[in-house]
Each structure stands twice: as C-alpha cells, then as structure tokens.
C-alpha cells in the first residue's frame, strides 16, 4: 500500500468564490418540490451524506469545486466551502474532463464519499493523471499512486474508496488513513465493484454470486447469490440493498439482504438510494424514481424535469443521487441546483465502518488544540451525535457535539473548561440519533489517561495513590498500586539520614507531575521535583521552603482546602498544639501558615483527601480514647466541625496514612500498620466513611515511618 500523508494546501480565499452568499430556500411543500440553489454554471455534481460538491464557475469565471452541505431535509445550505481550484494552472495541470452537454470545457468526473471527502483526478496537462482527495478545504490525501489516463472513481464510502484506470486494466481500492494507518491497498483486475464501509463487494464464483471482503481484516465476511443470471457488470451496495445489474441493458435486480430476496427493477443506467434507485428518462426528459424499500419495485415516479441533452448516461454530471438515507440533486438548463427529497422511508441508522483509539493518552504529548486520542466512525445517514468522557466518579471530562454522518473525535486532552482532568481511567460514549427516520447508535470504551491533574497522594500521575515509607537504613520507597487495593510495585531510593519526615504532595510547579516535600533532620522543608513515577535521592532537583519547621510534630497534606484547585499543607506546632495551614502559593512556595484549629488532644492527624465528594480536602483525627473524627474541608481555608467516624477504632496502630485511592474506585482509602507489622486498607466509600479493614501486607514493622 501507498503510505498516504496529508498535505496542507494554501488556497486562494473564498472570496473569489462569492462564499459570503449562499442560496437557501425554505422547506419543500411537497416531496417533489425541489430546492433551488443558483449557480453561474455546473461541470459536474455529486451528492454523499448530505455534502453536495459541484464543479462550478466564480463569479471571474475561474473554476472550483464547491462543496454545500444540505440539510437532512434537502431544504437549506447549511454551509459552503470549497475542495480545489479546477481551473487549468500556468503549467498547463488541470482537472481531469470528461464530454458533456456543458461545451468544450467538459465535466469534471468526481466522487463524494459521505464525510466530505471529495475525489478526483489531477491531469498534469500531458494526459498523465493522479487520483487526489480533498479531505477539507485546505487538505488533501495524497501520496505515491500510479501515474494513469482514464481514471475514474468507482465508488466510495467514508474512508475507503475504488478506482480504475484504463491505462493500466487495474482497479485500486485504498483508504484515507485516520489515526492510525492501516494497509489496505489492494490492486486487482477491474470488476464490478463497491464499497460500504470496509467491505469490498465484488463478484464471485458463478451467475449472480457477490461476495463481501472486509479490507481491514482481509477475510472474506459474506457471499450472497443475488439471482442474477450473469456475472454481476455493476455493483451498487448500500447496506441491507444490494444492486446489481448485467450491463446498461441487460436485467437489474436489487437483493435485499435482510429478507433474503431479490427485487426485479427496471434496467439501464441507475443511482441507488436508501430503499429506491432513480433513472434519467431521455425520452420523456424525466428522473424517475423507483421505491422497492417495501420489498418490491412500485410503478416508476418522475420527480423532476430534465432534458435529454447530448451525453448518453449523465449520472454525476446532471445529477445525483445521495445514498445515505438523503435525495436527489440535479442541475438544469438553468444552471440551477435543485434538491428533491425522495420521500422514501430509510433503514434504521447504524455504524458502517470505524477506527477507534486502542492506545492510552499522554496530555503531554502535544500541545493544547493538538489531537492526543482520535476516533472516527461513518454512519449510514445523517445524525446528531455527542461523545462524552467521563471520569471513575462519573463526572464529564470532556463533551463534543456535531451532526452528520463522518464523526471525527479528535481530543486534546483537557476539560470543557480548557483545563486537565483527573488522571486515570476514562470511560467514552458516543450516541448518534437519527436526524430524520428512526435510530440510535451508540458505542462505548475505555482508555487510560495520563499528563493530567494527579489524584490525591499521587507520585506515579495515575491517580492511583502511593504509599511513602522510610527504613532505618535510609531507604525513601514509593509503593505503588495498579488500582486492586494492594501495593504491588515500588520505586526506591537511599541516602537519607535519621530523623527525615516525607509528605506526598501535589503539583507545585504546573508541570502536571506531584511534588514530595521532605523535611530534614535540620529543619530544614524542601520541595523535591515531581517525577510522575520515582523515588527521591537527596541530591535531587529541589527548592528550599525555608528552615525551622522542627517545630510542627504533624506535617500532613490534606488535598485542596482553600478551593484553588491546588494541594494544601497542615502543620501542627507540638508547643502549643496549634494547627497552621500553609497553602500553595502557585508559584512554587507556600504561602505563610495561617492557623486555623487547635488539637493539642489528638494522637494522630491525618491528611485524607476528598472523602464525602465535595471536591474539598478533609481531615481525620484520631483522639486518646480511639476515636477516629472526620473534620470536612470548607473550600475557603478552614474546616467544619468534626463528625465521628469510627469509635474504639484499633489501638495498635502505630500509622495511619490517607494514602488516596488504591482500589480504582476513584473513592479516597485509608492504610494503617499495627505493632505486629501488618498493613491493612480500609476502602472509603466516598460519603466520608470505610468499609471494613482488610489486610493487605505483612512484615511491614521494619520501616520507620509511613507517609
């Protein structure tokens, strides 16, 4: 396969194309009252997913493609851009024509895809052509495919597309990359061919067989026998329809794969709808439809007035028919466009074909606007369609909203409010709802997320919380947990002396990693350098926060108690048994302590992140009688008063840590160390209370402290 790159083009501005002018009219009053849409001349139109492109003259009489996109009820251009300039350049390169009814220029042969893309072929003015698609206005997919004459696109669906080339005898079947590149190339014998989604219809072995190949699993996934009696010469596969016919005048069928049944209509050059197929009646000057959604084809209908003109077969020169679930476009005499809604009724809406994101994300990986995890799907027919992030609380990260039938997800890793969420798993769901018709579709996954805001107590930056212990050989270890409520992993480090007190923090810095303040034999409050996964040597990146801070006996970080968003530190002065809160000044320091309690009767205090949900640092306190109290954050620098927890609460403790969440609930935990050496995890339940004691390690009497 050629390895496809997108490259940027500059393009003249819109303004040549009169773009601030749209013509838009008002809802049809019947099914066949069209609407107009006025042109300075048509070379060529085609109609997909409700995105009409049209080769057109500007007001200077210079060429473009144009691109309208329609609303699901065909009555209002809902936007309107361009695909390519489709002039001949100064080196003689143009786009390349085909005979008809509009004179010497010709008709520009062209295909739309249903997401927006538009292909065609570039002639570098000596008869050599390239296939080109536009993706946007500005961009395009391109890369090393054959140099040919006499390409034209066979059929396109989303991503993955068809052509030909009578140069070489061969057809090439390929597909826009997304986010990830998938080799699907594949150059075969020209056939009757086409493509939904991802799979490739052609014909198989004996009259009428058909069979269906999925490009991206390269596995046959269907054979049908269509009643055809020949080796099917067209093919046009628009879901449960399959057309088929045996030449421009030999029998047509359409085989419907849902009731297991072939549909007689009528022969000749046909465009294939959801549900019904239209023909041009040179004799009568008419589109025809037919309807066969019900099972068998009705009495042909005209519903539009076109002359006969001089080009025998004008599909996608006059007009065109949109195959996912829309209607009829035409241009005539009067170089008008018009829109007739077919009236017939659609399958129910579903996903046809899709990429989705297999990897976790990194929000450092790009700058912000940058695209981290992208997705892609098509859908059958237009929709409405949200896709939301969500976090373990069950809280939006992220919303995006659209309609049509291309979703493109394309994330950049933070928040509807700019900012970065909560590291750690993330659940997706997208949910389409038809825009006219019936159907829902929705898909879900997950992923992990990375580069974010840290949980409470989170040194490795997946939110998952670490326990901190120091051993008498001066040996700081981080112990790590994949979110199963133990402590499976560890980072350690050495070298420090006796007498070190560490205090898992947050980000002080702003480069989205936890900080770990260590207060020294001296006095002396450090802040180390987060690493997002790592333990700490003294001779590690740091800043001096000042010295003196011997004289607080609790050093504990609580989460956020002022509502800045940022991590708090809470020292308790063992003279007088005062309670300070120093708070994160933004800037990488604290601010000066302000004090706030005095809990002089405690046995321990412990710093225990949000645990009743308000967003808010919380506190627990453990008193002489074994009483463990809860004191809730107030978000505005204070605490509320203290609410009991837990009474005649275990006496052996000799550690109590708020160590976040190690269970993957998103829900903060409690682990305690008892004399015999035991650790034991309490799991919060997110309403400012625990579960039961488990025990989770033993042998643990060795360290000297716990953080």
């Not at 269906?212 to 046959?220: A, E, I, N, R, S």
Request: glycine share 16%.
């Amino acid at each position: 396969m050629s390895r496809h790159a997108r490259i940027a083009l500059t393009l003249v501005g819109l303004a040549a194309l009169g773009a601030g002018s749209l013509t838009t009219a008002g809802t049809a009053a019947a099914d066949t009252t069209p609407t107009p849409i006025t042109t300075n001349g048509v070379y060529g139109i085609d109609y997909a997913g409700g995105f009409l492109a049209t080769v057109e003259n500007a007001p200077n009489y210079d060429q473009w493609v144009i691109g309208r996109q329609i609303s699901a009820d065909g009555s209002t251009v809902l936007e309107k851009t361009t695909r390519g300039f489709a002039g001949t350049d100064a080196v003689g390169s143009h786009l390349q024509r085909v005979p008809c009814d509009e004179g010497a220029r010709g008709c520009v042969p062209m295909r739309t895809f249903g997401n927006t893309y538009v292909g065609d072929f570039m002639d570098d003015g000596t008869g050599k052509q390239m296939a080109q698609i536009y993706l946007t206005e500005d961009s395009m997919d391109g890369g090393p495919d054959p140099v040919v004459t006499g390409g034209r696109f066979v059929d396109a669906t989303g991503r993955f597309y068809v052509y030909q080339a009578s140069s070489t005898g061969k057809q090439y079947v390929d597909a826009v990359p997304a986010y990830q590149t998938q080799n699907v190339r594949l150059t075969r014998s020209i056939t009757a061919a086409s493509v939904w989604g991802s799979t490739l219809w052609t014909p198989g072995t004996g009259s009428g067989v058909v069979t269906g190949y999925d490009l991206k699993t390269k596995k046959t996934v269907a054979t049908v026998s269509t009643g055809a009696p020949c080796t099917v010469k067209e093919l046009q596969v628009i879901g449960r329809w399959i057309y088929w016919n045996c030449g421009p005048t030999g029998a047509a069928g359409v085989y419907d794969r849902t009731a297991k049944k072939n549909i007689k209509v009528p022969s000749g050059p046909a465009l294939v709808g959801d549900g019904y197929l239209v023909q041009h009646d040179r004799t009568a000057g008419k589109l025809m439809l037919t309807d066969f959604h019900a099972g068998t084809a009705a009495a042909a209908r005209a519903i539009a007035d076109l002359p006969a003109g001089q080009t025998a077969d004008q599909r996608r020169l006059t007009w065109s028919v949109d195959k996912f679930g829309g209607d009829i476009a035409y241009v005539g005499p009067d170089d008008v466009i018009r829109i007739v809604p077919s009236g017939v009724p659609t399958q129910p809406l579903a996903g046809i074909e899709s990429e989705v994101a297999d990897w976790d994300e990194d929000a450092r990986e790009g700058a912000t606007g940058n695209t981290i995890w992208g997705s892609v799907w098509q859908l059958s027919k237009p929709a409405n369609w949200t896709f939301t992030v969500k976090d373990t609380h069950g809280h939006a990260d992220a919303t995006i909203k659209g309609s049509g039938t291309a979703i493109n997800i394309g994330w950049d890793g933070t928040n509807d409010k700019g900012g970065y969420p909560l590291n750690g798993p993330k659940t997706w769901t997208l949910t389409a709802t038809a825009v006219e018709g019936s159907g829902t579709y929705t898909t879900s996954g997950k992923f992990g997320y990375t580069g974010g805001t840290q949980g409470f107590h989170d040194q490795g930056g997946y939110s998952y919380g670490d326990l901190a212990t120091l051993s008498s050989s001066g040996g700081l270890t981080l112990h790590y947990t994949t979110g199963d409520g133990r402590l499976s992993g560890k980072w350690a480090a050495s070298g420090w002396p006796a007498g070190t007190a560490a205090v898992p923090f947050g980000d002080m810095t702003g480069d989205r990693c936890a900080e770990m303040l260590v207060r020294m034999p001296n006095g002396e409050l450090r802040r180390y350098t987060g690493k997002c996964g790592g333990s700490y040597k003294p001779s590690d990146k740091h800043v001096s926060l000042g010295t003196g801070w011997n004289a607080y006996n609790v050093l504990t970080a609580p989460g956020d108690l002022t509502g800045d968003g940022r991590t708090d530190l809470l020292a308790r002065k063992a003279s007088t048994g005062d309670v300070y809160l120093f708070a994160d000044n933004g800037a990488g320091k604290l601010k000066a302590g302000v004090k706030i309690r005095t809990w002089s009767a405690y046995t321990k205090i412990v710093g225990a992140g949000d645990l009743n949900g308000d967003g808010f640092g919380d506190v627990l306190a453990v008193d002489k009688a074994g009483t463990l109290w809860r004191y809730d954050g107030t978000g505005a620098g204070q605490v509320k008063e203290r609410v009991k927890v837990a009474a005649h609460w275990n006496a052996s403790y000799n550690a109590v840590v708020g160590v976040g969440d190690i269970t993957g609930d998103g829900k903060n935990d409690l682990v305690m160390r008892d004399t015999a050496g035991n650790l034991y995890r309490q799991t919060g339940t997110g309403k400012g209370a625990f579960a039961a004691r488990v025990r989770i390690a033993t042998g643990w009497q060795g360290y000297k402290a716990l953080f």
